[in-house]
């Protein structure tokens, strides 16, 4: 079992949709929790962090995260052809490994208008 | 303000020759992390540093890898012997205070080894 799982995609959705992209992660003890955006040959560029059971939002992003489900997601409202991208998910186990991000292999996103 | 900024960009060596990547952390950020992307993976962890040492370097693949931090700021990533298997876009990120909270990435340095 891979440590942090994402669906490889690719998600296609229409413009103006709500995207949904989901991550799973095998170690229980996991503290902090990220999102980070790719855009094809660039670098990971953060866009949500999550530290607590719940909802976040930040503009038309919301992350959740349910621990005892270990599950992570993030939802992009009225998806713009712009969010079109790989969306990383990554998890910081915390303990002895506090600096340590372990990413998922990422789910490619595209919006169509 | 100024990002993280990694050099060269793009580095095609030899098989077997010697490289070293640089990195320069956001001005203030205390901790510095290593990484390195293969096509159609995330990113995996190679190192990380507080202040000037190591905290954990348990992600390093083997010994012909090496990083060091000597002021606590810019870091070299060294590899020895390259091989080709080496080839990837080696990134570099940075966070401030305590490791564990949000890390920004600089641009990459992608390595090419023929």
């Known amino acids: 079992q891979k440590e942090v799982e994402q669906n490889s995609g690719p998600l296609s959705v229409p413009e103006g949709a709500i995207a949904s992209l989901n991550c799973t992660y095998s170690?229980?003890?996991?503290?902090?929790f990220f999102w980070y955006r790719q855009y094809s040959g660039k670098s990971p560029e953060l866009i949500m962090s999550?530290?607590?059971?719940g909802d976040k939002e930040d503009g038309r992003f919301t992350a959740q995260l349910n621990k005892a489900s270990q599950y992570v997601s993030l939802l992009i409202r009225d998806s713009q052809p712009s969010d079109s991208a790989t969306y990383l998910c990554?998890?910081?186990?915390?303990?002895?490994?506090?600096?340590?991000?372990?990413f998922g292999q990422g789910t490619i996103l595209t919006v169509h208008p | 303000g100024a990002g993280v900024s990694q050099t060269p960009s793009n580095k095609v060596t030899e098989k077997g020759k010697y490289v070293e990547l640089r990195c320069d952390p956001i001005?203030?950020?205390?901790?510095l992390y290593w990484y390195r992307q293969s096509l159609g993976q995330g990113p995996e962890f190679l190192i990380y540093?507080?202040?000037?040492?190591?905290?954990?370097d348990s992600g390093l693949p083997n010994d012909r890898f090496f990083a060091v931090r000597p002021e606590g700021s810019v870091s070299t990533l060294k590899i020895q012997r390259t091989e080709r298997g080496d080839s990837a876009v080696y990134l570099c990120?940075?966070?401030?205070?305590?490791?564990?909270?949000?890390?920004?990435f600089g641009p990459g340095t992608r390595l090419t080894v023929l």
């Open positions: 170690d229980r003890v996991s503290q902090s």
């Open positions: 990120a940075s966070s401030l205070g305590l490791a564990g909270t949000e890390q920004f």
């Open positions: 001005s203030g950020h205390t901790a």
């Open positions: 999550i530290y607590s059971n």
């Open positions: 990554a998890v910081n186990r915390g303990g002895t490994s506090y600096g340590k991000l372990t």
């Open positions: 540093f507080q202040g000037t040492g190591a905290a954990d």
